[in-house]
């Protein structure tokens, strides 16, 4: 899957787990709605547009355009972080530390599946 595909994935899910509209969740990102129905459709945004995400969501670009999780993982992952209230004022770099940190520790998860539904 290509990093537009995913981006467009990726917002989805996290518009989804806030249960915004697409008017409110635009808002949200500083973007118009059309250019967030867009991206959602599958449509390359210009790079100012990726880098206004990120900043809005204070998530790195590298985790939005990640494929690195399925779609669950990538969800409870997002979840976490963005339920950290002091994760918004960390250092980008050291955002981006622990969204990579977190994508190694799903890849090892799913290097040694288990039935347990609870992991």
Known sequence: ?????????????????????LVHYAKQLNISKSTLQEIEHGHPPHL????????SLNIPVTLLLS????SEQQT???????????????????????ASLCGQIIQLLNKYPTDDPAL
């Open 48 to 55: 100012d547009t990726v880098e206004c995400i990120s900043r």
């Open 1 to 21: 899957m290509g990093a537009t595909q995913n981006l467009s994935k990726n917002l989805r899910a996290l518009r989804s787990i806030q249960g915004c509209s």
């Open 67 to 70: 494929d690195a999780f399925s």
């Open 76 to 98: 409870h992952s997002l979840q976490i972080l963005m339920r950290l209230e002091q994760y918004a004022a960390w250092d980008p770099k050291d955002r981006e530390s622990l």
